[in-house]
């Protein structure tokens, strides 16, 4: 197996990985950022009131983005089984 086939194959699994985690990551991040400028405006600090949104949101997106997720992630690795003997060479 060269080493050109082997870094192309990593940066598609680094991709794949990238592009699944995208939404659910940018939904914590908004969730975070409304949370901090909520406490921001209120003067609460409360950690639980940081923690639970932003689990709530990746959670929701989570479940949304579920069937697509899967859709990526059994493509990539039908993908990567069919290109397997050229691989094992």
Same mark, same amino acid.
């Given at each position: 197996? +060269?080493? *050109?086939?082997? #870094?192309?194959? #990593?940066?598609?699994?680094?991709? %794949?990985? #990238? &592009? #699944?985690? &995208?939404?659910?990551? @940018?939904?914590?991040? &908004? *969730?975070?950022?409304? $949370? +901090?400028?909520?406490? %921001? ?6 950690? $639980?009131? *940081?923690?639970?949104?932003?689990? @709530? *949101?990746?959670?929701? $997106? ?7 997720? &899967?859709?990526? $992630?059994?493509?990539? +690795? ?12």
């Amino acid at each position: 197996m +060269s080493e *050109a086939l082997v #870094v192309g194959v #990593v940066r598609q699994a680094i991709e %794949t990985a #990238v &592009l #699944v985690t &995208l939404p659910m990551l @940018a939904a914590g991040l &908004l *969730a975070g950022v409304l $949370v +901090s400028i909520f406490q %921001t405006v209120t003067s609460i600090q409360d950690n $639980v009131l *940081a923690f639970i949104p932003r689990a @709530a *949101a990746i959670f929701v $997106v989570f479940a949304l983005t579920f069937p697509w997720i &899967l859709r990526i $992630v059994v493509g990539f +690795s039908s993908s990567l089984i069919q290109r397997l003997p050229e691989l094992v060479r």
